[in-house]
């Protein structure tokens, strides 16, 4: 099969300026630990592709397929609102570009080796995160966010020291493009390169954003476009209780996709507050956050793209224009916040099935928030049960009252709904069905997740592959697979995830 593949790798055509080419180091003695056939549909490869002949060599750091050109890239950023300096692919290579009936789609082995761009790290990831890093992607990919994908996971007995021993393992990735805040932050504060800079948008322009290309003002056009991307992207996560972990601005994809799945968390119990990296005590990355990071994020990125901005305006940098160069990127931000507000809405008010847009939906919503961090209600099943409400004046709504400890305060929030839905008059049922293809029924839970993991370090992959599986269908009720959708377990409040993967 993979003879018949058409590489175009065009990151690697930019030039030496962006990465470095170099050999994958192998895994050695592989063994697959997981595909996913969903992901591999994208990319228009049969079922069987990791069957055929040097699959598993390829995608295990092996021998690259004819057409690859294996190179790791090298990006920059603010890491914990600090600038970091030069990171880069220190772990990761891009295996190249293959065309795809989706359109071209970039493969990434993550957990491949050492590259230039490694530093302290030893170039490798450990086969519990990649496990979550995989089964996470394809989980949000099925919840409509948008995301890189994963490919498949490889294994190996080969120790990697983290707190613990621990064995290696490499996750392929799937994305039409890698790139990062961080990529253009590199060229203007650590290169120092204006002439890479303006490649590089121009390349990702013609790549990504094609409706740009040869617009005058296309450098504040991306930034407008990517504000509105990641405002959307960070809204439905919010939407869906998702903590992201680690924004930094190397962690920030410009397409405006999830990417870098670490010490990521759905919430059990909602709490704006909520802290899923255990490396982050200070809570800068915390849900209630990641609006605001988001942004200052953007903003990261215009400064980056300020001398580019300069030469739409006609004029350069460090002169007496540099006021409104400055006031032409920070416009260009702008729509983010207007995009995430209606997102966030929208979202909201179709999480509560709410079809049309009326004056104090935002209350409504926000008031069951409150109610529901109040009393630590579980996020997604909070949610999922919201379906089951009826709009009856007299009806009683055990299934989601019960959730909640302060139940005349529930009952009050209750009627105001009822009245809400009333006035809509929508018929339960189609309310109902609606909400339940919002409103996830499974989202991969940390304790799902460390059972998967727990297993998979015993040599049984069967839980992360069976998982795959349930979390493809998020949305649908899947009766065999009820514990799936409950509560945590005890054990579960003791689970620490940390940057350590
Ligand atoms: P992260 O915050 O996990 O996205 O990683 C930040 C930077 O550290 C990136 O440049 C990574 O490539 C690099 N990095 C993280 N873990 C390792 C590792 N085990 N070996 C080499 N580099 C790493
Ligand atoms: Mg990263």
């Not at 919002?438 to 040599?459: D, M, Q, S, Y």
């Amino acid at each position: 099969m993979h003879a018949e593949l058409r590489w175009l790798n065009r990151f690697a055509a930019l030039g030496p300026r962006y990465f470095t080419e170099l050999p994958s180091e192998p895994l050695p003695s592989p063994h697959w630990v997981a595909v996913s056939p969903a992901c591999a549909a994208q990319l228009g490869w049969p079922a069987d592709w990791w069957q055929g002949s040097q699959a598993l060599a390829a995608f295990s750091g092996g021998a690259p397929w004819p057409g690859m050109r294996p190179l790791a890239s090298v990006y920059s950023g603010h890491q914990f609102g600090v600038w970091a300096g030069q990171l880069g692919d220190g772990r990761a290579l891009l295996l190249g570009e293959v065309d795809a009936p989706a359109g071209p789609q970039e493969i990434q082995l993550k957990g491949s080796g050492l590259t230039p761009y490694s530093r302290m790290g030893d170039g490798r990831a450990v086969l519990r995160s990649s496990v979550r890093e995989f089964l996470c992607s394809e989980a949000m990919h099925a919840l409509g966010i948008p995301t890189t994908r994963a490919l498949c996971i490889t294994g190996s007995a080969l120790p990697v020291r983290r707190e613990e021993l621990e064995t290696a393992a490499v996750v392929t990735r799937v994305a039409p493009s890698f790139l990062r805040f961080g990529h253009f932050e590199h060229f203007t504060h650590t290169a120092a390169d204006p002439a890479a800079l303006r490649a590089l948008a121009d390349a990702a322009i013609e790549a990504h954003f094609p409706a740009l290309t040869g617009r005058t003002d296309r450098v504040t056009a991306l930034l407008e476009e990517v504000a509105r991307r990641t405002a959307r992207l960070v809204a439905q996560w919010q939407c869906v209780g998702f903590c992201h972990g680690v924004m930094n601005t190397d962690n920030m994809s410009l397409l405006g996709l999830t990417i870098d799945y670490g010490p990521f968390g759905f919430m059990d119990a909602f709490d704006p507050g909520h802290i899923c990296n255990h490396s982050d005590p200070q809570g800068r990355y915390a849900y209630a956050r990641q609006p605001q990071v988001a942004f200052w994020n953007l903003h990261a990125l215009a400064h980056a793209l300020l001398p580019l901005v300069a030469e739409e305006l006609g004029t350069g940098l460090g002169g007496r224009d540099d006021e409104a160069v400055q006031q032409r990127a920070l416009a260009a931000l702008e729509p983010y916040k207007a995009e995430f507000a209606d997102a966030m809405l929208g979202g909201l008010r179709a999480k509560l099935g709410l079809a049309e847009a009326r004056d104090g939906d935002r209350e409504l919503c926000d008031d069951l928030l409150r109610r529901m961090a109040a009393d630590h209600t579980d996020f997604t099943i909070t949610f999922r049960r919201l379906a089951q409400f009826s709009s009856e004046p007299q009806a009683a709504h055990d299934a989601v009252r019960d959730l909640f400890i302060d139940r005349p305060a529930f009952d009050a929030w209750a009627a105001r709904y009822a009245e809400r839905l009333r006035a809509e008059g929508r018929p339960d049922g189609v309310r109902a069905a609606a909400m339940n293809r919002v409103n996830p029924k499974f989202v991969l839970r940390n304790h799902l997740a460390e059972t998967a993991i727990r297993r998979a370090r015993e040599g049984d992959f069967s839980e992360v592959r069976r998982l795959l599986a349930l979390l493809e269908r998020p949305f649908d009720e899947q009766p065999g697979n009820q514990a799936d959708a409950g509560l945590p377990p005890d054990w579960a409040s003791r689970l620490e995830v940390s940057c350590s993967s």
